[in-house]
């Protein structure tokens, strides 16, 4: 507690031609956002860029660079002169030759007029071409020509630009503009830089600036804390006309700084009736994602808090891009990824914030460490700049472009897959979804024989952190046939298939208990069978979970009729598999066992904890005092399905509880005892335990938290297992 999917099917046992007959979906699209993942061709830099805006047809790109090479360029080769400022053509991201200027200092920000016909320039720079510029100047996009007569003098760094109508708003570090006090905030007009009376007061620097498309509110976001005398901290509205504090509501979305946690607003994206912001924290677990307000109220809609300062957002084609370095999105359960599984650029739903189906990656470089600092749009396409130095695996340093052109990513190869042959003419094929890096949503096929006859067609999401299993039974097969399996998967337009499969003689006779369970692909099984004095359990599954026994007597009479010894758990004892496992969303947890104990406590579950007791627990089986059998998961609540009372009888008992995202069921003796919706499982990283853990505030909360009883073949599933599943494993016994 304190705790991918499949579009039609999870796990299934059908025969090959029902399920290829019912189950054949439309060809999923191969692009599932806006943009491709794979990279269009454009030029890089030599060092970070900064500053970003698209206009009449050209990239103008800032930063620290000074010069520029073609794409595929390793760096020192190649390289034509420019000094921290550029542009390139929208379509083939080649350097525009004819815009060619000297800066005698950094670019910082970079905003284009609404008509495109101007680019105004923020940054650390005095001299533009030799002539005076103090920090700020603008281009003629037409001609590429340095306007010559729009020149305020800004006292120190400018850092962030936003142009609405006639007026540039500015944000920085500065103190005067054309020498007259504005700190850090200040407005001039585009068509001669006079000086506007828009004079916010902010107490420290301005990172970011954008005003909202109906033009009632200029959002301003930094290291403030006061905004005009006020409390104001890192974001404020403010009226457009005479810089006043307007009330925004949403910024409660950013904390306020504590020791070990500072989170400072970096980025602005206003669009439509919406505003959306970038945070960046310091401190471990310091808000660090994105967030979005209604701009009329002023109202929160969602904040998302994936771990990893966010420097980068724009909107494109109803998704907003980020650029982060996003570490941790584990909070989001089945729709985030764990601590470690990062993503230097990702995309969100606009509505909800989670995350699309985008997934592209740069590295970092100096001098931030950080990779991607900046983006912008066209229209159709994303720009991206910073200190990266690759993009997605391929060199391209500091600068990259994204279209919706050609197909998108095509998805992976999938692996080659072993089916067995476990039960009277019948093959089973268990294999896990790939990855494609701009859809989520992928149609796989099982094909039989070297003739590729089509024999199941399933359509499943996946996503880099998140792969699920599926698993196929081919029946009416001849014993003793000889046949091989292969799968197959496409976006809609990239089309792979696997290896084909060693080849597996049909069986003629149905297979002993462990094999069936061998048979469905488990990911643990601890048959608990060693002799006693073993320390240490063997995990049957081949993906050498093993643990360590602590308090368990084995050897003792087990569940099958084979013969198999189990474990006797005397209320204290327990196992645990030492395998760390991050946040499983879909699965299946299998045990047998045999009590006569009134005192209840947990046969298996997942918990945060490899040797002591959880604080983090759910995804657990447990017993009450009266004998009913509990399966448990966590989503914000204590999520249960219960048996009736009194399977502490002293006979062999079988249990099952499965779930996907949105739905669990629980199986006691091969008969369903409930189905429940649920949301994702509570996110975090644990490990499966056997016998004991920690049962605090679970309903009907037994008095131990271990089991006084016998324990047998207990193993964990990558899916979840079918009813006719569940009903194999219990007769098999």
Same mark, same amino acid.
């Given at each position: 507690? =304190?705790?991918?999917?499949?579009?039609?099917?999870?796990?299934?046992?059908?025969?090959?031609?029902?399920?290829?007959?019912?189950?054949?979906?439309?060809?999923?699209?191969?692009? /599932?956002?806006?943009?491709?993942?794979?990279?269009?061709?454009a030029w890089q830099t030599n060092a970070s860029v900064q500053g970003l805006a698209v206009a009449n047809g050209k990239a103008y790109v800032g930063g620290r660079f000074t010069t520029v090479r073609p794409p595929g360029a390793a760096a020192g080769t190649s390289e034509q002169a420019r000094t921290y400022l550029a542009a390139f053509n929208q379509s083939t991201g080649a350097l525009d030759t004819g815009f060619d200027h000297v800066l005698n200092g950094m670019v910082w920000a970079i905003a284009a007029s609404a008509d495109g016909a101007r680019v105004f320039v923020g940054g650390d720079f005095t001299k533009v071409d030799g002539q005076t510029r103090n920090r700020i100047a603008a281009?003629?996009?037409?001609? /590429?020509?340095?306007?010559?007569?729009?020149?305020?003098?800004v006292s120190y760094r400018v850092k962030a630009l936003a142009v609405a109508g006639s007026t540039?708003?500015?944000?920085?570090?500065?103190?005067?503009?054309?020498?007259?006090a504005r700190p850090r905030l200040a407005a001039v007009t585009t068509s001669t830089a006079a000086l506007l009376p828009w004079a916010p007061q902010p107490d420290n620097d301005v990172y970011a600036i954008d005003v909202a498309d109906d033009g009632t509110r200029v959002f301003a976001g930094g290291n403030f804390s006061t905004v005009n005398g006020t409390p104001r901290w890192s974001v404020a509205s403010l009226d457009p006309v005479d810089g006043s504090l307007q009330a925004f509501p949403a910024a409660s979305a950013v904390p306020d700084p504590v020791p070990g946690c500072t989170s400072r607003v970096k980025d602005i994206e206003t669009s439509g009736d919406r505003v959306y912001f970038a945070n960046a924290g310091d401190g471990g677990g310091c808000f660090d994602g994105t967030w979005a307000a209604d701009v009329s109220s002023g109202s929160l809609l969602w904040k998302n808090n994936c771990l990893g300062a966010t420097e980068a957002i724009t909107v494109v084609n109803g998704w907003l891009y980020k650029g982060s370095h996003a570490h941790d999105c584990s909070y989001l359960g089945g729709n985030g990824f764990p601590q470690g599984a990062g993503r230097f650029l990702l995309t969100q739903n606009l509505d909800t914030g989670e995350l699309g189906p985008w997934f592209p990656n740069t590295n970092t470089g100096a001098p931030t460490q950080v990779g991607p600092l900046v983006s912008a749009?066209?229209?159709?396409?994303?720009?991206?700049?910073?200190?990266?130095?690759?993009?997605?695996?391929?060199?391209?340093?500091?600068?990259? =472009?994204?279209?919706?052109?050609?197909?998108?990513?095509?998805?992976?190869?999938?692996?080659?897959?072993?089916?067995?042959?476990?039960?009277? /003419?019948?093959?089973?094929?268990?294999?896990?979804?790939?990855?494609?890096?701009?859809d989520i949503t992928l149609t796989y096929r099982v094909l039989r024989s070297f003739s590729n006859t089509v024999v199941a067609t399933y359509t499943a999401d996946s996503r880099f952190w998140s792969r699920p299993w599926l698993s196929f039974t081919d029946t009416g097969l001849a014993p003793g046939s000889s046949q091989v399996y292969r799968i197959e998967v496409t976006d809609g337009n990239s089309t792979l298939r696997g290896d084909y499969s060693l080849p597996v003689t049909v069986a003629a006779a149905d297979a002993p208990y462990d094999q069936q369970v061998l048979a469905d692909g488990p990911t643990a099984y601890w048959r608990l069978g060693e002799p006693n004095g073993t320390a240490t359990a063997t995990d049957s599954s081949g993906q050498n979970n093993t643990g360590p026994y602590s308090g368990v007597s084995l050897g003792v009479t087990g569940a099958l009729t084979s013969g198999n010894t189990a474990g006797d758990f005397t209320g204290n004892g327990r196992m645990i598999g030492q395998t760390a496992i991050s946040q499983p969303q879909t699965f299946s947890v299998e045990a047998w066992y045999r009590?006569?104990?009134?005192?209840?406590?947990?046969?298996?579950?997942?918990?945060?904890?490899?040797?002591?007791?959880?604080?983090?627990?759910? =995804?657990?089986?447990?017993?009450?005092?009266?004998?009913?059998?509990?399966?448990?998961?966590y989503d914000g609540s204590t999520r249960t399905i219960s048996s009736a009372p009194g399977t502490n009888d002293g006979t062999w008992h079988h249990v099952v509880g499965t779930f996907v995202p949105g739905s669990m069921k629980f199986y006691l003796d091969g008969v369903l005892q409930g189905t429940?919706?649920?949301?994702?499982?509570?996110?975090?990283?644990?490990?499966? =335990?056997?016998?004991?853990?920690?049962?605090?505030?679970?309903p009907n909360q037994p008095a131990s938290s271990g089991l006084a009883g016998t324990i047998d073949e207990v193993a964990i599933y990558p899916a979840a297992l079918s009813a006719d599943q569940v009903q194999t494993h219990f007769d098999a016994r």
């Open positions: 507690m =304190r705790g991918d999917v499949l579009k039609k099917v999870g796990i299934l046992a059908l025969g090959g031609a029902l399920v290829a007959a019912l189950l054949a979906p439309a060809p999923a699209q191969s692009i /599932g956002a806006s943009l491709s993942a794979l990279t269009s061709s281009f003629d996009t037409a001609t /590429g020509a340095l306007v010559s007569n729009w020149k305020p003098s540039v708003y500015l944000g920085g570090s500065f103190g005067l503009v054309n020498n007259i749009t066209g229209g159709s396409d994303l720009w991206v700049g910073g200190d990266f130095t690759t993009v997605n695996g391929a060199t391209q340093q500091g600068l990259v =472009r994204f279209t919706n052109t050609g197909p998108g990513a095509a998805p992976a190869k999938p692996a080659k897959v072993v089916p067995v042959s476990y039960q009277a /003419g019948q093959v089973k094929v268990n294999f896990q979804t790939v990855v494609d890096n701009d009590t006569t104990s009134t005192q209840g406590g947990k046969l298996v579950g997942f918990g945060n904890s490899s040797n002591g007791t959880s604080s983090q627990y759910d =995804r657990h089986v447990y017993l009450q005092n009266d004998g009913a059998v509990t399966f448990g998961i429940q919706s649920v949301n994702n499982a509570e996110g975090y990283t644990g490990y499966w =335990r056997i016998g004991n853990d920690n049962l605090n505030a679970w």
